[in-house]
């Protein structure tokens, strides 16, 4: 699929998102709602959306430290730079963004980093799968969640199975790299070497249980501070729900829903999967609308100052960051 066609399914799919999370609201319950909102819990939702940056940049260093050392690879500054790529430019090019500011450094190559982000988001969809079951057990009258997370926890097994399958086959998957970069091109051969050797050695790297334990105990962390950011905007709006289940529910739904192409910032999808998720809990539209809304805004505001400030650290601009995104278009 070129970048052409992505990019309008992508404006597509915002727009259908829009409809319906505009579709219904009354603008003046927006306001009122944001009047008697409790502003003292916004503090800790903008930490909640900064904690998670930073944990995630301590899960992606032992991805990375799987390949050799990394020095003084700036892994925080490139995770706040990627997620602000992914807010600002289209088609998540934050993701690819990410290794390229690491490469910098001389310590992994573009490739390899690569792979390592591709296994980040393998150990993400295996704990949302864990947090959809839990979700399920919190809010067992919704259907909707017992359908999709029957998906769910469906491709979250077929991940773990492969991934065992991999790990054991890694050196004869590594022998056959060989064999295919042979038949390409000297740099696309080279491409694929580093970026293959590099997923099957940070995957085999998590057969070791001094690996895999912090990976995954950084994984859950991530999901659950997320989760205690929307309980913040719950708490701030006092939403009539009860606060885990939503908490879990929202952290589901809008995953989920940001997950598939949209606009820049997902605009729309996560206010939409706000809306869904408030929803099961008979919550009005217009406050899953202010609750969406106002949890979108304040991570938006604290993912873009901190990606701001990680660029001016590296002494980066943003037209550097649009150059990476648009070099990184065919890998």
């Known amino acids: ?196 050797r590099g997923f099957l050695r940070s995957l085999s790297g998590l057969a070791e249980v001094q690996v895999l334990v912090p990976v995954f105990a950084y994984t859950a962390l991530v999901w659950l501070v997320t989760a205690a950011g929307f309980a913040s905007v719950a708490l701030a709006l006092e939403v009539s729900a009860p606060l885990i289940p939503l908490a879990f529910a929202a952290t589901v739904i809008v995953a989920l829903a940001v997950s598939v192409p949209s606009a820049p910032g997902f605009i729309g999808v996560f206010w939409a999967g706000s809306e869904v998720a408030l929803g099961l809990f008979g919550v009005p539209k217009s406050m899953g609308f202010t609750f969406g809304v106002l949890c979108w805004l304040v991570q938006l505001v604290v993912i873009v100052a901190l990606g701001f400030w990680s660029m001016s650290r590296l002494q980066l601009s943003f037209g550097d960051m649009r150059t990476a995104a648009s070099s990184t278009e065919a890998p």
């Open 1 to 196: 699929m070129n970048r052409a066609v992505q990019i309008g399914l992508s404006l597509l799919i915002t727009a259908a998102a829009l409809w319906y999370s505009l579709h219904g609201v009354e603008f003046g319950d927006f306001v009122d709602d944001l009047a008697r909102a409790r502003w003292i819990w916004i503090g800790p939702l903008a930490a909640c959306a900064a904690a998670s940056l930073w944990l995630r940049a301590r899960r992606w260093s032992l991805l990375l430290e799987t390949l050799g050392p990394i020095g003084d690879t700036p892994v925080f500054d490139a995770t706040c730079i990627g997620f602000m790529g992914n807010m600002l430019l289209p088609l998540r090019a934050g993701e690819a963004i990410k290794p390229i500011v690491v490469a910098r450094s001389g310590y992994v190559s573009i490739p390899a980093a690569l792979a390592t982000v591709a296994l980040e988001r393998l150990c993400d969809l295996i704990m949302l799968g864990l947090f959809a079951v839990v979700t399920v057990a919190l809010v067992p009258s919704s259907d909707l969640l017992q359908g999709k997370t029957s998906t769910v926890t469906g491709v979250v097994g077929a991940a773990l199975v492969a991934v065992v399958v991999v790990i054991r086959m890694a050196s004869w998957l590594e022998r056959q790299l060989d064999t295919i970069a042979g038949w390409l091109p000297e740099v696309l051969g080279r491409i694929l070497l580093e970026a293959g």
